[in-house]
């Protein structure tokens, strides 16, 4: 049952050991987890960035072309509406290599009438082309492609032009990809470069946060194994005033109690492991499998064994009788005793059930002098009734006589020697019916009895009694069997004590028998409205010569003997026997008999 600190680290050195190398790689966790976050993070803004960048440049360029465009026009609509198609598109070329822009000019029909950079007979229709559409139903069209009449990526901007001799037309100005592209490329450099040294920057700062994160909880891992080896004097010693420093001086300050709490729990064991080595009664403690837990040192020279510990019980305790005890308690989840011999000594073995870690304990207690004793008192007690009865049997033979010759005056006195005799006799008969009773050698006659019938003979008997104190009698049978197999005689003597003591002591009221079947087993109740029972006597009643009012026993003629012999013959038959009683209020005594088995 005691732990040291050996114990536990011995047990947990493993899992220390596991922890610490999982407790080793979170730093590696950490800054990767931190660094991949970082890279995510840096190339997404980047590639987000440059697609935005290039967009941007992209738009603005194309809102730079409609601009041109737009200037543009008139020049273009004076050719068109002279008819100077010709000098309209030597003019584009003179101006596309000027300005670095591509100019076509596109009828109604989708022909070339002018292109800066290729001749217009060459091309090929336009009318479909995406800027070209946009632009003849009034918008200003807009596309990024790929050129098949000049082979590269352009991006084009359509214009749509109303004339008054023409139907319609569209000028599309367009810029090559590439020269855009070169342009960004020295701008995609700069960003390029700026996140990788954000990047570094930001792997060095989550190095360093990490590292400060971590070299604080290897610390804490470090001392905490400490501790958990038995060093309570392990100290953290974190100078921080943030969280963690919070945690240092909090973990300090629980070591320190707790090395206050186990020299304190030490000192305790050390005295309660004196105490019980001190006990005269052996003591022993089992664990819900049998094994023994504990046991101080009167137990171990009981049984002759120095080291009985994670043995089963049944190893070291050969006896049958102990194992039934053993198996009760485990089964009925209660406290229970039993009186078993061990060589020449007999012991009162009293087993507790620790109904919440299902385990026993199991108390020896030397009860060999007391046994001495009660069979030199039993002895005493039989001579002294054998040797008694004749003699009083004599006196009582004598005083009749002399009744008979007596005059009134000395009748009076021989009418108390002769109840005081009759009154010995009964506690004679009584002693020598109790020490039968208590014969472990006592064998019943045992037969069907039905208790109905029996208890129908036994009202007979007591019908005058009953008459003299005006009491009502009531007795009530449940249909059926009322059967158990067991000695008539005595269970005639059980039932007769047990209505005699109601009848004697009840001066008002009504004495109730009855008779029914609870659960398979067979109850009987002899109640009565009689003076009660205090609540603190009712566990003596069944003791010898215990009576509850002396002055009513001497006046009602009760020896303190017949409650004790009801529960020896009761016991005797394997039944139970109550006292449930209120004092004013009656009493009722409740005889269990066992299921009925011929």
């Known amino acids: 049952m005691q732990v040291d600190s050996s114990e536990m680290s011995g047990e947990s050195g493993i899992s220390w050991r596991n922890e610490a190398g999982m407790r080793r790689s979170l730093f590696l966790k950490m800054f990767g987890g931190v660094c991949l976050i970082i890279v995510i993070l840096v190339a997404l803004i980047l590639f987000v960035s440059s697609r935005n960048i290039r967009s941007h440049y992209l738009d603005t360029l194309a809102q730079s072309l409609e601009k041109l465009g737009a200037s543009l026009r008139s020049q273009v609509m004076l050719y068109l509406e002279q008819g100077r198609v010709e000098e309209l598109d030597r003019w584009a070329k003179d101006l596309g290599r000027e300005i670095d822009t591509r100019i076509t000019l596109i009828d109604l029909e989708g022909i070339v009438l002018a292109d800066s950079d290729e001749e217009p007979r060459t091309m090929v229709n336009h009318r479909y082309r995406p800027e070209i559409t946009a632009a003849f139903e009034g918008r200003v069209g807009r596309s990024l492609r790929f050129s098949s009449t000049v082979k590269a990526d352009m991006l084009y901007i359509g214009l749509p032009l109303e004339t008054e001799v023409a139907a319609a037309h569209v000028l599309r100005l367009s810029l090559y990809v590439r020269n855009i592209d070169i342009l960004l490329s020295d701008l995609s450099r700069i960003i390029w470069l700026l996140g990788l040294v954000m990047t570094v920057a930001a792997l060095a700062a989550a190095y360093l946060i990490t590292r400060s994160l971590t070299r604080p909880l290897n610390e804490i891992g470090r001392v905490s194994r400490q501790v958990a080896g038995g060093d309570f004097s392990a100290k953290l010693s974190l100078v921080r005033r943030d969280e963690l420093g919070e945690v240092a001086r909090s973990f300090n300050f629980m070591t320190e109690r707790i090395q206050t709490l186990f020299d304190e729990r030490n000192r305790q064991k050390e005295e309660l492991d004196s105490i019980i080595s001190s006990i005269d009664e052996g003591i022993l403690a089992l664990d819900k499998e049998g094994r023994i837990l504990f046991s101080n040192e009167s137990f171990q020279k009981l049984v002759g064994t120095e080291d009985p510990i994670d043995k089963y019980y049944w190893e070291i305790v050969r006896k049958q009788r102990?194992?039934?005890?053993?198996?009760?308690?485990?089964?009925?989840?209660?406290?229970?005793?039993?009186?078993?011999?061990?060589?020449?000594?007999?012991?009162?073995?009293?087993?507790v059930y620790l109904q919440n870690r299902k385990e026993v304990v199991v108390t020896f207690y030397d009860i060999t002098q007391i046994k001495n004793i009660e069979i030199m008192k039993k002895d005493f007690v039989d001579s002294v009734s054998h040797e008694l009865n004749t003699p009083l049997t004599a006196i009582k033979g004598f005083v009749e006589t002399l009744e008979e010759e007596a005059d009134e005056a000395q009748r009076g006195?021989?009418?108390?020697?002769?109840?005081?005799?009759?009154?010995?006799?009964?506690?004679?008969?009584?002693?020598?019916?109790?020490?039968?009773?208590?014969?472990?050698?006592?064998?019943?006659?045992?037969e069907p009895v039905d208790i109905r019938r029996l208890l129908e003979n036994i009202l007979q008997i007591f019908k005058q009694p009953l008459q003299n104190k005006n009491l009502k009698l009531e007795f009530v049978a449940d249909a059926g069997p009322a059967k158990v197999m067991g000695d008539p005689f005595k269970l005639e003597q059980l039932f007769v004590n047990l209505i005699d003591n109601a009848v004697k002591?009840?001066?008002?009221?009504?004495?109730?028998?009855e008779i029914r079947r609870e659960d398979g087993v067979l109850v009987v109740d002899v109640e009565d409205s009689g003076i009660g029972i205090p609540e603190d006597q009712q566990k003596r009643i069944f003791e010898r010569f215990y009576v509850i009012d002396k002055s009513r026993s001497k006046k009602v003629g009760g020896t303190g003997l017949g409650l004790s012999i009801v529960k020896h013959i009761a016991q005797s038959h394997e039944a139970d026997i109550d006292v449930m009683s209120k004092p004013g209020k009656g009493t009722t005594f409740r005889i269990t008999f066992p299921p009925y088995q011929q």
């Open 322 to 351: 102990f194992d039934d005890l053993i198996k009760r308690v485990q089964q009925e989840k209660k406290t229970l005793s039993l009186e078993i011999e061990f060589g020449t000594r007999v012991y009162l073995c009293n087993a």
């Open 505 to 513: 002591y009840t001066e008002e009221g009504k004495i109730k028998v």
């Open 413 to 446: 006195y021989l009418d108390i020697i002769k109840r005081n005799t009759d009154r010995l006799i009964n506690i004679v008969q009584d002693l020598l019916a109790l020490s039968e009773l208590e014969e472990k050698t006592l064998e019943l006659q045992r």
